[in-house]
């Protein structure tokens, strides 16, 4: 889709490794929307996004791991690393996955890197006809993406069921009210 943008290998195979190690010691905890409690476990940093009011509100500073990474992801993105104000630590276990979706309209542009298994990443959006327009693409590990413009406002993505453990680092801007 327009506005998507992919590169295969952000991070070394090293890299990766330590950004685990320290993922894995963040506060992460089960995923909850409306009542339900999803397969994946996450943890927000700078801004978190409340879905019981609707609304963001304030979170804790990014950890150093993160803001670490922050530049990097920026630079692919062709932004200044201050303008990824949100980041949301996710952790897929195997069977998890997430539905079609599009990010919350306070947020701009997605900027994802994705760690340890490589993920389906599907897009869709209502065809002009009858149906759906579709692409994928396969996020390799130590990956990065984009969304902006029409793929972060046309289109929904989604992640089928994992088979592997897989983690996501998703920094965000945020939209002027």
Same mark, same amino acid.
Do not use: N
């Given at each position: 889709? /327009?506005?998507?943008?992919? %590169?295969?290998? @952000? $991070? #070394?195979?090293?890299?990766?490794? &330590?950004?685990?190690?320290?993922? !894995?010691?963040?506060?992460?905890?089960?995923?909850?929307?409306?009542?339900?409690?999803?397969?994946?476990?996450?943890?927000?940093?700078?801004?978190?996004?409340?879905?019981?009011?609707?609304?963001?509100?304030?979170?804790?500073?990014?950890?150093?791991?993160?803001?670490?990474?922050?530049?990097?992801?920026?630079?692919?993105?062709?932004? /200044?690393?201050?303008?990824? %104000?949100?980041? @949301? $630590? #996710?952790?897929?276990?195997?069977? &998890?996955?997430?539905?079609?979706? !599009?990010?919350?309209?306070?947020?701009?542009?997605?900027?994802?890197?994705?760690?340890?298994?490589?993920?389906?990443?599907?897009?869709?959006?209502?065809?002009?006809?009858?149906?759906?327009?579709?692409?994928?693409?396969?996020?390799?590990?130590?990956?990065?993406?984009?969304?902006?413009?029409?793929?972060?406002?046309?289109?929904?993505?989604?992640?089928?069921?994992?088979?592997?453990l897989r983690y996501s680092i998703t920094f965000r801007?945020?939209?002027?009210?």
């Amino acid at each position: 889709p /327009a506005g998507f943008r992919y %590169q295969p290998a @952000l $991070v #070394t195979r090293d890299e990766e490794r &330590a950004l685990l190690d320290d993922l !894995r010691a963040l506060p992460l905890r089960d995923f909850e929307f409306h009542g339900h409690t999803g397969k994946r476990r996450v943890v927000s940093f700078g801004w978190q996004y409340d879905f019981e009011a609707g609304r963001l509100r304030k979170a804790d500073e990014m950890p150093d791991v993160l803001r670490a990474l922050r530049p990097r992801a920026a630079a692919f993105a062709g932004l /200044a690393p201050e303008a990824l %104000q949100h980041v @949301l $630590v #996710t952790e897929y276990g195997p069977g &998890a996955g997430i539905g079609w979706h !599009r990010d919350k309209a306070v947020f701009g542009d997605v900027v994802g890197v994705s760690l340890l298994a490589p993920c389906r990443f599907r897009f869709r959006r209502k065809s002009r006809g009858l149906g759906w327009d579709r692409a994928a693409i396969v996020a390799e590990p130590r990956s990065v993406y984009v969304l902006r413009g029409p793929s972060r406002t046309e289109w929904e993505h989604g992640i089928p069921p994992l088979g592997a453990l897989r983690y996501s680092i998703t920094f965000r801007t945020l939209r002027a009210p």
